[in-house]
């Protein structure tokens, strides 16, 4: 293979995975690791990535911009359902509590929630709300404040605040961005805040983000590998990125 060649594989990659190692590409591409640092380098130049410690990540990885929830609906649902039935293993029994964070994943997870079990739900996002209104054995309390067009979630010191009586046995969050170095992030600080909030609130934390956002790090970091107990993806991820998880001590349960 030329590096030309190479090179083009090795963007590829970036994209199709959001981060990837020099190791994992030196054995990958069968060539050592000052080659791929050196592909790496020109791949940077031409603005086709980014170098981070360890390997590269998207240009664009790094970034403010939010994309909305409509469109999050719309994008790797088979991932985000497979996901959502695993973490119905983490769901409190009977006359349990749980938080539920705004955004596609979670909202999977608020499809499936057993009929059958009586739950306290609490949510600051108006989608999940309406639909958690009309389910049998779901006791729902909507964590009200400034709303966002663009999340369609209560943020603000009101949701804050409401957040900071709660105690609940688990905090189902989603997330933009994980890296093991960077923790767990999003671009939106307001958002960044309300979801601290429902960390505090939880005995349990578990994050629910499919593998596109994995490798990815914004703006804001909400939380550190420490304060997350569970990160449940796809099938898709890296499997360097789920041993460096795991070793920063976040259990990760692959759907």
């Known amino acids: 293979m030329y590096a030309e060649e190479r090179q083009q594989a090795i963007a590829g990659l970036v994209a199709d995975r959001g981060r990837v190692a020099v190791t994992a590409l030196a054995e990958e591409f069968g060539v050592t690791t000052e080659t791929v640092r050196r592909d790496l380098a020109v791949l ?4 086709m990535l980014r170098r981070v410690h360890g390997g590269a990540v998207p240009a664009g990885a790094l970034t403010y911009v939010e994309t909305a929830l409509s469109e999050r609906h719309g994008t790797r649902g088979e991932q985000k359902r497979k996901i959502a039935a695993a973490a119905l293993d983490l769901l409190p029994g009977a006359d349990g509590s749980l938080l539920l964070d705004g955004g596609s994943s979670t909202a999977a997870l608020a499809e499936l929630l057993p009929g059958d079990r009586r739950l306290f739900v609490a949510t600051h996002s108006v989608p999940l709300a309406a639909r958690l209104s009309t389910m049998p054995g779901v006791s729902l309390h909507v964590v009200g404040g400034r709303v966002r067009g663009l999340t369609q ?9 409401t957040l900071a009586d709660l105690r609940v046995d688990v905090a189902f969050l989603g997330a933009n961005g994980i890296t093991a170095d960077h923790g767990f992030s999003t671009p939106d600080e307001a958002e960044a805040s309300v979801k601290r909030a429902m960390i505090r609130a939880g005995q349990r934390v578990v994050v629910l983000a499919d593998s596109s956002k994995l490798g990815r790090e ?6 550190a590998p420490a304060d997350v107990d569970v990160l449940v993806t796809d099938a898709d991820v890296d499997p360097a990125l789920v041993v460096r998880l795991e070793d920063a001590g976040v259990e990760v349960v692959v759907a």
């Open 44 to 47: 940077e130049r031409a603005g």
């Open 218 to 223: 914004h703006l804001v970091r909400f939380a």
């Open 153 to 161: 979630c209560a943020v603000g010191e009101q949701a804050i605040s």
